[in-house]
C-alpha cells in the first residue's frame, strides 16, 4: 500500500505543479473561444464548469480505467510507475494540449489539427485512421454491455439493439439534450464508487505487492505457462486511458467546444486526466490485491465465482464491488460495466460525425445534414458488430486492434504538438519526449504482436529501437530547416 499511496500523492503534486508549468508553456488568455463565437445551439454551446469537467471525464474515462487498469496489474507493480508518469508527463499533457489547441482552431477535430501541422497527407491519413478507431470504438462498446445486460434478462440482439437506437439519439440531438444531462450522473456514479473502494483500501489495507519487492514482470513469473506478454511494449498499450490514450484527443474538442474561457482549461483537460490517472492507480491496488492476496493468485474469499490470475477485468469489477460495497457496489459495478462503455460509445460516434462533417465541410445544424453521415456510420458499425459476433474470438481480435491504433493515434497527436509548439517558440520537450517514447512503443508492438507481423523478441526490439531513431532524426532535420525558415 506504500507505493499506493506515494503514486497517489505523485499525481495530486502532478496537477498542481507539472499542469501549471503545461499551462504556462501553452499560455491561456482571454480571447473569445469558440463557445461563443461559434454557437449554434448543436455542438457549440457554453455548459457550466463542473458538466464540463464531468463530461469531460466520463468521455475519456468510460471503462478503460478500470479493466486496463486491472488487466495492467498482472505486470505486478511496476504498473503504478506507467500510470503516474504517463499521466503526468504524457497523457495530462496530450488532454490539456489538444483540448487547448482546439479552442484555439475554433474547435478544430483531430484530424484537422494534424493536417494543419503535419501535412495534407497525414491528415487523409488521420481522417480515415480515426473514423475507423471511433466506429471500433462505438462497436466493441456496443457488444460487451449487451452482453452483460443479456445476462440480466432479454436476449442479446434486443439489447444490441436498444443500445444502437441510443447511441443514434445522442449523436444526432443537440449536446446538451441527451449527453449534458445523464453523463454528470454517471461520471458521478463512476467517482463514487473509485473513492469507495478507496476508503476500503484503507481501511483494509491489504498486503500487496510493493515495487520494491517485485520490480519484475509479475504476470511472466505467475503464470510463466500462459502468460506471454512482456512489459515492454505490452504494459503501455494494456493500460492506456489511465496514462495517455490517442481516443481523447477525438473527445477533448467536443468540451473545447463548450467552454466559455481558456483560462478553465486545466482543470477540465488536465485535470480530468489526473482524475482518470487516480481512479486507475485504485483499480490497479484493487486487482494487485485480487491476483496476488499473500501471494496466491485469486479471490481467496470466493474461490468457487473466479478462476484465479485468468479472470476476467468485468468480473474482477463485479465480485469485489458487490463484496466491498454491498447492495451499492451491485449497482455501481452495472453502471461501470455497462453505462461507463455505452457513454464512450455515443461520444465516439458523436465525434466520428463531426470529424467527418469537418471535413466535407458540411452544417451540421440541419437534422437531414447529420443523417448523412451517421447512417453511412452505424451501417459500418453494424456490419462490424455482424462480424464479431459470429466470430467466436471476434471481440478479442477488434479490441487488440483497437488498443494499437488508440496509441497510434496518441503518437500522431504529440507530434502535432511538438511541431506547433516549436512554431510558437515555446518548450516543446514536454510533447517531444513522450512523442518519441509512444512511438518506439507503438512501432515495437506492431512487429512484435501476433496480429501484426509476429517476429521474434530478438528482431522485434532492434527494429524498435531503429523506428526511434528514424524519428530522433527526422525531427533533428526538421527542427534545423524549421529554425532557417522563422530566421528568415
Not at 454528470?184 to 498486503?207: D, R
Not at 452505424?378 to 486492434?401: A, K, R
Amino acid at each position: 500500500m506504500i507505493t499506493f499511496l506515494l503514486s497517489l500523492i505523485a499525481l495530486v503534486f502532478g496537477y498542481f505543479f507539472y499542469g501549471r508549468f503545461v499551462e504556462h508553456v501553452f499560455g491561456p488568455d482571454n480571447r473569445v473561444t469558440p463557445a461563443i463565437s461559434k454557437a449554434d445551439g448543436l455542438d457549440f454551446i457554453v455548459l457550466p464548469s463542473w458538466k464540463v469537467f464531468m463530461i469531460q471525464f466520463l468521455n475519456i474515462a468510460g471503462t478503460g480505467p478500470i479493466f486496463g487498469a486491472i488487466m495492467g496489474a498482472k505486470f505486478g507493480p511496476i504498473a503504478y510507475l506507467w500510470i503516474v508518469f504517463g499521466c503526468i508527463f504524457a497523457g495530462a499533457v496530450h488532454d490539456y494540449l489538444s483540448g487547448m489547441l482546439s479552442m484555439r482552431h475554433g474547435g478544430a477535430g483531430q484530424p484537422e489539427l494534424v493536417g494543419h501541422y503535419l501535412g495534407k497527407t497525414t491528415k487523409s491519413v488521420m481522417l480515415v485512421f480515426a473514423t475507423l478507431l471511433l466506429i471500433m470504438v462505438g462497436t466493441v462498446f456496443v457488444y460487451s454491455p449487451a452482453e452483460i445486460l443479456s445476462s440480466v434478462g432479454g436476449e442479446k440482439m434486443m439489447w444490441v439493439v436498444i443500445i444502437f437506437i441510443y447511441y443514434i439519439i445522442a449523436t444526432l440531438l443537440p449536446i446538451d439534450k441527451i449527453i449534458g444531462r445523464i453523463y454528470p450522473i454517471f461520471a458521478f456514479s463512476l467517482l463514487f464508487m473509485a473513492a469507495a473502494l478507496l476508503v476500503v483500501l484503507l481501511a483494509k489495507w491489504p498486503a500487496i505487492p510493493e515495487l520494491w519487492d517485485h520490480f519484475y514482470n509479475m504476470g511472466l513469473a505467475t503464470e510463466p505457462e500462459t502468460w506471454k506478454d512482456q512489459v515492454f511494449p505490452c504494459l503501455f498499450i494494456t493500460i492506456a486511458c489511465g496514462a495517455i490514450s490517442g481516443f481523447h484527443a477525438t473527445q477533448t474538442p467536443l468540451m473545447a467546444r463548450c467552454l466559455d474561457s481558456e483560462q478553465k482549461g486545466r482543470p477540465m483537460f488536465y485535470g480530468a486526466m489526473i482524475t482518470e490517472g487516480v481512479v486507475a492507480l485504485i483499480w490497479a491496488s484493487v486487482a494487485s490485491w485480487f491476483f496476488y492476496n499473500e501471494g496466491e493468485p485469486g479471490y481467496a474469499s470466493l474461490p468457487a465465482a473466479v478462476n484465479g490470475f485468468h479472470t476476467s477485468a468485468a468480473a474482477v469489477v463485479n465480485i469485489v464491488c458487490n463484496d466491498w460495497l454491498g447492495v451499492m457496489g451491485a449497482i455501481l459495478a452495472m453502471l461501470g460495466v455497462v453505462a461507463a462503455p455505452i457513454t464512450s460509445g455515443d461520444t465516439a460516434f458523436r465525434s466520428a460525425r463531426l470529424i467527418v462533417a469537418e471535413w466535407l465541410k458540411l452544417d451540421q445544424r440541419p437534422i437531414a445534414k447529420r443523417l448523412y453521415i451517421c447512417v453511412p456510420l452505424f451501417l459500418s458499425s453494424i456490419l462490424m458488430l455482424l462480424w464479431q459476433m459470429e466470430n467466436p474470438d471476434g471481440f478479442n481480435v477488434i479490441w487488440q486492434y483497437f488498443g494499437w491504433s488508440n496509441q497510434t493515434l496518441s503518437v500522431f497527436t504529440l507530434w502535432t504538438l511538438t511541431v506547433y509548439l516549436v512554431r510558437e517558440g515555446k518548450c516543446y520537450w514536454i510533447t517531444l519526449i513522450p512523442a518519441l517514447f509512444m512511438t518506439t512503443v507503438c512501432s515495437t508492438f506492431l512487429f512484435v504482436s501476433k496480429q501484426a507481423f509476429g517476429l521474434s523478441e530478438s528482431v522485434a526490439y532492434p527494429l524498435g529501437g531503429l523506428c526511434l531513431l528514424v524519428a530522433i532524426v527526422w525531427f533533428c532535420l526538421w527542427y534545423r530547416k524549421e529554425s532557417r525558415r522563422l530566421r528568415a
